[in-house]
């Protein structure tokens, strides 16, 4: 069976200029291409493999998410039939399709009787072209008929959130006409039709599959599959009763392709009807006798019910289920894994005591429409949406989720409706919710990061980006600007219980990190102390961040704790400091020069945010040094020998990021740095020196919150060496002492691999 989505039968489509196909010989029989790599088996590659491709699915079929179109055409007129393709698989630099292929039919040698395989060979190509293969005089017949056929077939792909429209078109004078339009789209990673054919039998299997049903509805379109036998006195009639809501709108014939024309045989019809207007409308078929006064064989009768300003039909015994946003009433969009359902009970209440029951009904759709329905027969039931399954953002009202039916009483609920038929059908709609979480930094919790987040991100800062914009979205209009940041800010004070926010928001950096070392350790509700206090913070020294602060008002910052936002006092009524921000310096860094052989070198440092302090040896202008490949150093200014150069710096404005990093116990960090450093491609002896150095500093405190830099110091003290190093591993460890661990997002190191002339370096900062 081809791919089954609801029909979109009514949405426009733009047509391309045509492209006109170039004939392909029979004898191309390749299975690969370069665009689909090998091709599966199913796809046709020879006439009779098309021809028995096209009657068993038809025009289009989807599957291995290829899509696979065939089209049967006079040889004689092979030039007359183009195609084209629209839509947004064909604004991106990756082909939708291959060259279609033309496969006319080979006259097969007749075969040896003594030869099994040929045979076979032989008997398989009749079968597949529904030729008796004792008729071998067919073959002889038919490659002399001017009338002989071909079949194209053509293969288009649609990659993961696009779509795509083919369009076929034949000659008609001297222009040409439209013939068929197919629509695919990749919502979630899977292919899918989405014209008239991914539900509309178009080729004898599906006819045969479902031509025992009385009609078949989809959206706004009706079908009666009437099949009859030509070589019988009896023919299909129509009658309309009620509203008359439908209008005939095209008989398409679904019989099997056929190289040899039969009398009689059998007749697939689809007699296809479009909704005009709402109202109650019977059709019925009778299959009656061409005499008058016969009676009918078979009947087909729908009885519809036609809503929505004729945009959709039900037949009885069907139910349409619609999710739709509360506030718009549009359907929502949502796919993937993840398929919401509704679990429903129904109650019979029988002599021997009430019998209960209900399907699960999976919502794959939207709207999905689901047959079978007993509901409205029942003494009771009820339907239940399950909420682990809605879209994102989405939420029932008041936790409406259900909507009952007891004792002839419907009891309604806030965001559902429902409508019941005089067909016996119905349509119901949940109405949700769009309540976004407001987490636009992916940290888990709604506060006030999320709005510095979201303002940095609307003013361009390209190092930040918003996992998943809908829990951002606030207008609830597909993307994010200003109106969001003001939604979300609102939804801010609400949520704080009315505390007043900063008008100047903060990314806070290591830089923004504050403690409060005065008398005032109390949190308000507003920069102010006539703000009511939401806290006390304990005089614990915990580290804070700055998230932002009042316009022309040096006195206070906005911050948070323990999940708390709110004031915190800078200065004291006598002009004293309330507060005390972190500063820190670049501290023993230490470089050193592994050349292949004995090299002068020149050393030059750059800082952008410090200023230079301590160096060893002197740093005039740079060190000029002869190095060694064993890493020994000879400066050249006093003749000394050293292991490395060294250098500090203080009055450090650097921001660092601490984004990412580990929280590490003061007992841990010795075991800690060993397996880092490893990992990042310090030396042995270049590791011990780096652990001899900072291992007395951190492990007697209780936590270190440890990250080592990257863009952010190498940015800021910039090393210029001549010669130019072939690697250079720079390892720049920042780290504050913290009294509780912290949660932080791991950070990726990178393993560094020497080569060549090999330049070193290692140093850190304590945040304090």
């Known amino acids: 069976m081809k791919t089954k989505l609801l029909s979109m039968l009514t949405a426009s489509i733009m047509l391309t200029a045509a492209v006109p196909m170039q004939p392909i010989q029979a004898a191309d029989k390749a299975a690969s291409n370069g665009i689909f790599g090998t091709l599966p088996e199913w796809v046709p590659q020879s006439f009779p493999d098309a021809m028995e491709f096209y009657n068993s699915h038809g025009k289009s079929y989807v599957s291995d998410n290829i899509i696979c179109l065939v089209r049967p055409m006079l040889q004689y007129k092979e030039d007359d039939y183009e195609f084209s393709i629209s839509g947004s698989m064909t604004m991106i630099n990756t082909p939708a399709g291959g060259d279609p292929k033309i496969y006319e039919l080979e006259t097969p040698k007749k075969p040896d009787p003594d030869d099994p395989a040929a045979v076979m060979a032989y008997e398989d190509i009749c079968w597949k072209i529904g030729i008796d293969p004792d008729n071998y005089s067919f073959f002889e ?116 392709f056929e190289l040899m024309p039969r009398d009689g045989g059998i007749v697939n019809k689809i007699h296809l009807y479009k909704a005009v207007k709402d109202g109650n409308t019977t059709v019925s078929y009778d299959l009656m006798p061409l005499d008058p006064d016969g009676k009918s064989l078979k009947n087909k009768t729908a009885k519809c019910a036609v809503f929505d300003d004729a945009q959709a039909i039900l037949l009885p015994g069907q139910m349409r289920v619609t999710l739709a946003d509360y506030d718009s009433g549009k359907p929502l969009s949502y796919g993937g894994d993840t398929i919401p359902g509704i679990s429903t009970n129904i109650t019979f209440y029988e002599p021997e005591g009430p019998m209960s029951t209900g399907p699960i009904l999976p919502l794959e759709t939207n709207p999905s429409v689901h047959d079978n329905i007993t509901f409205f027969g029942a003494d009771s039931f009820s339907f239940y949406l399950d909420k682990n399954a809605l879209p994102a953002g989405y939420s029932f009202p008041d936790d409406a989720a259900q909507m009952g039916y007891f004792n002839g009483t419907l009891l309604p609920k806030d965001g559902i409706t429902l409508r019941r038929f005089d067909n016996g059908s119905a349509d119901v709609v949940f109405k949700l919710k769009y309540t ?129 936002h709110g004031w915190v006092r800078v200065n004291l009524d006598d002009g004293s400091k309330n507060i005390t921000f972190s500063s820190f310096v670049y501290d023993k860094p230490v470089i050193y020069l592994y050349p292949e052989t004995e090299t002068d070198v020149h050393v030059e440092l750059d800082l952008k945010d410090a200023d230079l302090a301590t160096t060893y040896p002197k740093y005039n202008n740079g060190w000029d ?144």
């Open 436 to 564: 976004p979480s407001g987490d636009a930094n992916s940290d888990g919790e709604f506060n006030v990061a999320d709005m510095v987040h979201l303002q940095k991100w609307l003013l361009g800062s390209h190092n930040l980006r918003i996992a998943d914009r809908e829990k951002a979205d606030f207008c609830h209009d597909g993307k994010l600007n200003v109106f969001d940041l003001i939604m979300m800010k609102r939804a801010l004070i609400n949520k704080n219980h009315g505390v007043v926010l900063p008008n100047i928001a903060v990314y806070p950096t290591t830089k923004d990190w504050f403690y409060i070392s005065g008398e005032d350790f109390n949190m308000y509700s507003g920069p102010g102390t006539e703000y009511s206090v939401i806290d006390t913070i304990p005089d614990n020294r915990d580290w804070l961040y700055e998230y932002g602060y009042m316009k022309d008002n040096d006195d206070w910052i906005y911050t948070e704790y323990e999940g708390k």
């Open 141 to 256: 017949s038919y490659s002399g008929c001017k009338t002989q056929y071909a079949f194209e077939v053509e293969l288009f792909r649609v990659l993961k959130g696009h779509d795509l429209t083919v369009t076929w078109h034949e000659k008609d004078g001297d222009g040409y006409k439209t013939t068929e339009t197919f629509t695919f789209e990749n919502k979630w990673g899977t292919t899918v039709e989405t014209d008239i054919y991914s539900w509309l039998p178009d080729c004898r299997s599906e006819f045969n599959a479902r031509q025992q049903e009385d009609a078949m509805a989809n959206d706004n379109y009706l079908a009666f599959l009437l099949q009859s036998n030509a070589g019988t006195p009896y023919e299909w009639t129509e009658t309309v009763t009620g509203d008359k809501c439908l209008e005939l709108a095209e008989v398409r014939d679904c019989s099997p």
């Open 625 to 768: 040094v002869t190095a060694s490949p064993d890493g020994t150093l000879l400066n050249k200014a006093d003749g000394t020998h050293h292991k490395y150069l060294f250098w500090d710096a203080v009055n450090c404005n650097t921001k660092y990021d601490l984004s990412k990093g580990f929280c590490v116990a003061g007992s841990d960090t010795e075991s800690f740095l060993k397996e880092k450093l490893t990992y990042m491609g310090l030396t042995e002896q270049e590791m011990n020196e780096f652990i001899v150095y900072w291992l007395p500093r951190m492990e007697h405190n209780k936590y270190n919150l440890i990250s080592f830099q990257g863009d952010a110091y190498t940015n800021s003290a910039e090393l210029n060496i001549t010669p130019e190093p072939d690697s250079l591993l720079r390892v720049f460890m920042t780290y504050a002492p913290l009294n509780k661990a912290v949660d932080i997002e791991p950070q990726q190191l990178v393993t560094f691999e020497r080569k060549g002339f090999t330049v070193v370096e290692w140093g850190g900062s304590e945040i304090s």
